[in-house]
């Protein structure tokens, strides 16, 4: 049987921590925050998949082979998760049907499935499933965690994982 693993994911790129977070609004709606850095071949392959504001089987059926192709060329996760927001939330701030709430909520939706897309399957050396856990903290607690992981000489993820299944080993 498999081990499963949590990846703790906070703050990947710009654009999704933009995408998840309660983006203000302009007067005109949907507020998608400035374009990152253009990465053309995400873009074009990203561009292609990503059409509509409405995610139905079909697109993600090719959100999916996009991924899969971007991944094979060796296109880092965190870039084609940032590229492939910056494509769709134009597309969601231009649907006129949609309220501003319902328009965030599209985007956060979104966001939420592709980084789960795209991080699962894990790492093919890594031989488990991985879940991504979306946890909102406060700045304070941010910073701990930071400080905490930088003594211990561990990453972010590494010291949170760890932190959880001490506390878990603990009960």
Do not use: H
């Not at 292609?48 to 880092?76: F, M, N, Y």
């Amino acid at each position: 049987m498999r081990r499963r693993a949590i990846l703790g994911s906070l703050g990947l790129t710009a654009s999704l921590a933009v995408a998840l977070a309660a983006a203000p609004a302009r007067s005109a709606g949907l507020d998608c925050g400035p374009p990152s850095a253009p990465q053309p071949e995400a873009d074009t392959v990203l561009t292609q998949a990503i059409l509509s504001p409405r995610l139905d089987e079909k697109a993600s059926t090719a959100l999916a082979s996009a991924v899969r192709r971007l991944t094979s060329a060796g296109v880092p996760r965190a870039v084609i998760v940032d590229r492939a927001v910056a494509a769709y939330c134009p597309l969601v701030a231009r649907d006129g049907s949609l309220t501003l709430d319902r328009q965030r909520e599209a985007v956060r939706r979104f966001a939420s499935t592709l980084t789960i897309l795209v991080y699962d399957p894990p790492e093919p050396n890594q031989g488990e499933t991985a879940f991504i856990l979306s946890l909102p903290v406060r700045p304070a607690l941010s910073l701990q965690i930071d400080a905490a992981a930088a003594k211990a000489g561990k990453t972010r993820d590494a010291w949170i994982l760890e932190a959880i299944q001490a506390r878990l080993a603990g009960d």
